[in-house]
């Protein structure tokens, strides 16, 4: 579904488990994608807070997540062949400055009181371009730092770093917000530095550039290709796309956190960081006992969950069971994630990593933005309340229609590396 994942008790401990501790590239890999996640949910926090605040208006808060689509469509074919063809960790440590140039820019506004719609829109845009490349790219280079046996734990604990950051970063932000609304960006751009340093320490003995063919139409296209021939991936990529296109509630939470549950910018942080919560928790367990058997019954399962859980949201007015909704659709956000992830990555070859994560983003992660697009583009037509509950039935029927659709995704039993499986 989203990009949600999850862990507890002692971070450094229980996220890099089972050997992935020893892997150093990979523990450093993980700390900077927190930094980099918390700095993305606090500007999010601010950007959301702000747009409402200054306009009021439900379909504007929809654009930002057009603005943050459209990047994702033009550059998808660029993206992939970039991260197959160059050194993946300078694309990650290119996109994450942008993150810092983008928080700056809100940072001045502030402080010169400039800030306004069109300068909001325009740091959304630079964040969606550089996300375009950070994100699919970083999803290739995780394999490369870890042996084969212990991808699918590193798959949990990569996702288990989105949810720890997605935990701290809106709770602390709404609170600093509260008492001065200019740290929170300056915040933001400390974190995105830090990643950035963190990811320049990352020595691995192959990078993976394997493809040095020039950029071609038959080689950017590649990746299309490679997820035509093979039902399951084409099966769970699409899932993704179209539960989260209908089911994603993340946009509207300013309406719920001002208008619905009269919580403010505190209670708004605290709305954005409950998926985490859940992600968290599941992920945490998913990385030290993964996924091995009966892989996508549990992720429909995991599906039928989300789907009941954005209903149970959208009709609460209590903040507390709003709060256990969104855990709950967090919690099987989390094993979706990781199973999709896992599935992605192991059936896919090195040399075509970078391209089928690009395609895989355009799907998954551009179905994020614009079912933010199309919450709020509900929301302003018929109401938030309506647009959360439209989206919680249309994750379920979608999941029991893919159900139908691909029945060899449905009764996939174990992950198969992409040399030691036939093309299905």
Not at 49 to 68: H, M, N, Q, R
Not at 341 to 355: H, I, N
Request: with cysteine; proline share 5%.
């Amino acid at each position: 579904m989203s990009e949600a994942e999850p862990r507890p008790a002692s971070v450094t401990e229980s996220v890099p488990a089972g050997g992935l501790i020893q892997q150093r590239p990979f523990v450093l890999f993980w700390l900077a994608r927190i930094a980099a996640t918390i700095g993305y949910q606090m500007m999010a926090l601010v950007i959301g807070w702000k747009i409402y605040e200054i306009t009021g208006s439900a379909f504007d808060l929809g654009v930002v997540g057009l603005i943050l689509f459209i990047p994702a469509v033009l550059l998808t074919l660029l993206v992939g062949h970039s991260a197959d063809r160059y050194d993946r960790r300078r694309i990650v440590q290119i996109a994450q400055s942008v993150y810092a140039v983008a928080a700056v820019l809100v940072t001045a506004g502030t402080y010169f009181e400039l800030l306004s719609r069109e300068l909001l829109f325009f740091a959304v845009f630079m964040i969606g371009c550089a996300r375009a490349f950070e994100l699919p790219t970083g999803h290739a280079l995780v394999p490369a730092m870890v042996p084969t046996r212990l991808l699918p734990r590193a798959v949990a604990a990569w996702s288990s770093a989105n949810q720890v950051a997605a935990i701290s970063g809106p709770a602390l932000g709404g609170l600093i917000y509260a008492v001065t609304p200019i740290a929170v960006s300056i915040i933001c751009a400390v974190a995105f530095v830090t990643s950035v340093t963190l990811v320049s320490m990352i020595r691995i003995r192959s990078n993976v550039v394997a493809n040095q063919e020039p950029p071609t139409l038959n080689s950017v296209l590649a990746g299309f290709h490679y997820i035509a021939r093979r039902k399951r991936l084409l099966g769970v990529i699409s899932l993704d796309l179209f539960v989260v296109l209908l089911g994603g509630v993340t946009a509207l939470l300013p309406i719920f956190a001002k208008d619905i549950l009269e919580v403010g910018p505190v209670g708004l942080g605290l709305l954005r960081s409950a998926p985490a919560i859940g992600a968290l928790a599941t992920a945490i367990v998913l990385s030290h006992y993964p996924v091995e058997r009966h892989i996508g019954v549990k992720m429909f399962g995991a599906v039928a969950i989300f789907g009941v859980s954005t209903i149970m949201f959208g009709l609460s007015t209590w903040f507390p069971l709003s709060l256990v909704a969104l855990v709950f659709l967090g919690a099987s956000d989390a094993v979706s994630v990781v199973i999709r992830f896992t599935l992605v990555q192991m059936e896919t070859p090195e040399e075509m990593r970078g391209r089928v994560s690009a395609i895989n983003y355009l799907f998954v992660g551009s179905s994020n933005t614009l079912g933010e697009f199309e919450s709020g583009a509900v929301a302003a037509w018929l109401g938030a309340v309506q647009s959360v509950l439209i989206g919680g039935v249309g994750s379920l029927v979608i999941a029991a229609t893919w159900m139908g659709l691909f029945p060899d995704l449905r009764k996939l039993d174990r992950f198969e590396p992409a040399d030691a499986k036939k093309e299905s």
